[in-house]
């Protein structure tokens, strides 16, 4: 049974860092595009950044510049340097999986989803 693992959520003010993680238990991704998607109260959920297999990054013009998205070598942890936060990023922050290779917005693309880590960024 594959579980994805999210930690380092948190309260943090205006302009602030947090850094969150995701750990998968029962396989290694390397294969996989890894990523990030969140969802505000009352909003759709939305797409964060995404890492291809190969290395390559996409980002949301909305945190492109404040957020950078990693992963480790043996494919198992991806995690998401969040900086300059602003009270519109409070969200849950769900870690994904999957083998897309393209469309990497789009949330059906993706297999494997964290239970979610809250992220609240006050003013």
């Known amino acids: 049974q594959v579980q994805l693992v999210e930690s380092g959520g948190g309260l943090v003010q205006a302009g602030g860092s947090l850094r969150l993680s995701c750990a998968s238990s029962?396989?290694?991704?390397?294969?996989?595009?890894m990523g990030w998607f969140r969802q505000a109260p009352g909003k759709e959920r939305e797409f964060v950044t995404a890492?291809?297999?190969?290395?390559?990054?996409y980002y949301a013009d909305s945190v492109k510049g404040r957020f950078t998205i990693s992963r480790d070598n043996a494919k198992t942890t991806v995690t998401l340097q969040m900086n300059s936060l602003k009270p519109e990023d409070t969200a849950v922050y769900y870690c994904?999986?999957?083998?897309?290779?393209?469309?990497?917005?789009?949330?059906?693309?993706?297999?494997?989803w964290g239970q979610g880590t809250q992220v609240t960024v006050s003013s």
């Open positions: 994904v999986v999957g083998l897309t290779s393209s469309s990497w917005s789009v949330p059906r693309n993706y297999d494997y």
């Open positions: 890492m291809s297999r190969s290395g390559i990054t």
């Open positions: 029962g396989r290694t991704f390397s294969n996989y595009a």
